[in-house]
């Protein structure tokens, strides 16, 4: 049984290697759906649907623990997820989502203004400003919608995405801790860090890998059913020479393959 990792793109291959690097042990599902990027700016329904159809293909290829790697993905649909879908269609499976992981590094540190930079649809959501609350109900929060920085990312264009970061960079000059609440944007961090140096940076590639640690630590039901072979597959939903251009960027050496989806 496999440990999956899901994203609207390429930018969840970011965790996936620190999961690879912290886990090297055990066998790994990657699955993009690049097809359909961004998530972002599109509604809600479809939204679940590509991720309904993610899981589907996720689990009928032997995942056993499924992190939704993407934000947006996380904010729209985990709760469904877990509560309807999981039960009826593969209750012996787990679902996470990256957000809570997020918010409990965030606070730490006594922060007491925390900003969120995500896509339109997170930010729509307020899953952030929500969640931080729980944990703090005194804290400030500043949520900014940066739709430009996922397509500057995919398209290889980085002094765009630098130049981008700086203008976001200016609404967040007066927070203690800066979610960047989206999967790609870890491929932005140093830039975010130049452009705040006060800042404490909160960045999901860096802290993820150490929560699925502890969470398998602490569920060995799930933990002692993994395969530890090694492998690693890396699948998305449109396979061309730009993602593998995308791919090979963020991961060095990767070999993309085009997922058989069931409703094909």
């Keep these: 049984m496999k440990i999956g990792v899901f994203d609207s793109g390429l930018g969840g291959l970011v965790i996936t290697k620190s999961f690879i690097d912290s886990l090297p042990e055990y066998d790994y599902l990657y699955y993009g759906d690049s097809a359909h990027l961004p998530y972002g700016d599109k509604t809600s329904g479809r939204i679940l649907g590509y991720t309904l159809e993610a899981m589907r293909y996720m689990i009928s290829r032997g995942c056993k623990i499924i992190i939704i790697a993407c934000n947006t993905a996380t904010s729209i649909c985990l709760r469904y997820i877990q509560q309807r879908f999981i039960p009826e269609f593969a209750p012996d499976v787990k679902v996470l989502g990256v957000v809570i992981p997020t918010v409990e590094v965030a606070v730490e540190n006594l922060s007491r203004t925390v900003g969120v930079v995500a896509t339109n649809a997170t930010v729509r959501s307020h899953i952030y400003r929500t969640e931080l609350l729980k944990l703090n109900s005194q804290l ?67 802290l993820m890998a150490n929560k699925l640690k502890d969470y398998l630590r602490r569920h060995q039901e799930i933990e002692t059913l993994l395969s530890r072979n090694g492998e690693r597959e890396f699948s998305v939903s449109l396979l061309n020479k730009h993602s593998q251009q995308v791919a090979l960027r963020l991961f060095p050496d990767i070999h993309l393959t085009k997922a058989l989806l069931q409703r094909e």
């Design 140 to 206: 400030q929060i500043v949520e900014i919608a940066a739709p430009e920085l996922v397509p500057a990312i995919e398209c290889n264009d980085f002094a765009a995405a630098r130049d981008l970061v700086c203008q976001y960079a200016e609404q967040f000059t007066k927070c203690d801790s800066l979610i960047l609440g989206c999967t790609h944007y870890p491929l932005l961090k140093d830039f975010f860090r130049a452009a705040l140096p006060k800042v404490r940076i909160v960045s999901q590639d860096e």
